[in-house]
């Protein structure tokens, strides 16, 4: 694992938390450069990548990119202060395999920041539940979202999060059966075919989200990133 933070604090701390769980860290990095350097020179399984770091504002970002453009083998969890859909719609571009993107704040749950890692590491995805929030609530011309009932769209905010039928089940105290037909009706609903895999499912959602039928946030409501 590498870890790249511009904050050497924040970096140790973090080192000394996953080290906890078992993971090893073979690089800490402060800068974007270091980040590229550092995973063409290892077999880094992931790594966990600040949004913003020298030399620019979003250089961690632009890093992430390189990573799942050239070194697929490495997995990438950014990790922001705020909540921002667009940095995220760049991150996951087409394939949403082996990628997440959370806030900051969820680094405080070491065990669910590790169960991000896990997931990401085989090849699914990880999106914070505060950005599928977000997205979910993106203002829209009327979409098939709207047909979505109260239910599913828990369960779509937590397909969206990478979470599996049997993970959703656990978080809403549902059987697998109940949350296997809210899946099939949601996929219904929004013209999609289901996928077995969770990075295939994200994707999916991910992608009816970004579509055409949704309109950008009014002009002053700028998010930072």
Same mark, same amino acid.
């Given at each position: 694992?590498? #870890?790249?933070?511009?904050?050497?604090?924040?970096? *140790?701390?973090?080192? @000394?938390?996953?080290?906890? %769980? $078992?993971? &090893?860290?073979?690089?800490?990095?402060?800068?974007? !450069?270091?980040?590229?350097?550092?995973?063409?020179?290892?077999?880094?399984?992931?790594?966990? /990548?600040?949004?913003?770091?020298?030399?620019? @504002?979003?250089?961690?970002? *632009?890093?992430?990119?390189?990573? &799942?453009?050239?070194? =697929? %083998?490495?997995?990438?969890?950014?990790?922001?202060?705020?909540?921002?859909?667009?940095?995220?719609? @760049?991150?996951?571009?087409?394939? +949403?395999?082996?990628?997440?993107?959370?806030?900051?704040? %969820? /680094?405080?749950? /070491?065990?669910?920041? *590790?169960?991000?890692?896990?997931?990401?590491?085989?090849?699914?995805?990880?999106?914070?539940?505060?950005?599928?929030?977000?997205?979910?609530?993106? !203002?829209?011309?009327? @979409? !098939?979202?709207?047909?979505?009932? $109260?239910?599913?769209?828990?369960?779509?905010?937590?397909? +969206?999060?990478? =979470?599996?039928?049997? +993970?959703?089940?656990?978080? #809403?105290?549902?059987?697998?059966?109940?949350?296997?037909?809210?899946?099939?009706?949601?996929?219904?609903?929004?013209?999609?075919? !289901?996928?077995?895999?969770?990075?295939?499912?994200?994707?999916?959602?991910?992608?009816?989200?970004?579509? *055409?039928?949704? &309109?950008?946030?009014?002009?002053?409501?700028?998010?930072?990133?």
């Amino acid at each position: 694992m590498i #870890l790249a933070d511009d904050s050497v604090l924040f970096r *140790d701390l973090l080192a @000394s938390a996953l080290e906890g %769980r $078992g993971h &090893r860290i073979v690089a800490q990095v402060g800068d974007a !450069p270091s980040l590229l350097a550092a995973v063409a020179q290892s077999e880094a399984d992931v790594a966990l /990548v600040d949004i913003r770091m020298p030399p620019g @504002s979003t250089s961690g970002l *632009d890093a992430g990119l390189e990573i &799942r453009r050239r070194w =697929r %083998r490495t997995a990438v969890l950014v990790l922001s202060q705020y909540v921002e859909t667009i940095h995220v719609a @760049s991150l996951l571009g087409d394939d +949403a395999s082996g990628v997440g993107y959370l806030l900051k704040d %969820r /680094v405080a749950n /070491v065990a669910e920041l *590790d169960a991000a890692i896990s997931r990401i590491v085989a090849g699914g995805s990880a999106v914070d539940p505060a950005v599928v929030a977000a997205w979910l609530g993106r !203002p829209r011309m009327h @979409s !098939p979202l709207d047909e979505l009932t $109260g239910r599913e769209r828990e369960v779509l905010s937590l397909m +969206a999060e990478g =979470r599996s039928n049997s +993970a959703t089940a656990d978080a #809403l105290g549902l059987t697998i059966k109940t949350v296997e037909s809210h899946v099939a009706s949601i996929f219904s609903k929004l013209g999609l075919e !289901p996928a077995e895999s969770d990075h295939r499912r994200v994707l999916a959602v991910v992608t009816w989200l970004q579509s *055409d039928q949704y &309109r950008p946030p009014a002009a002053g409501r700028r998010q930072k990133g």
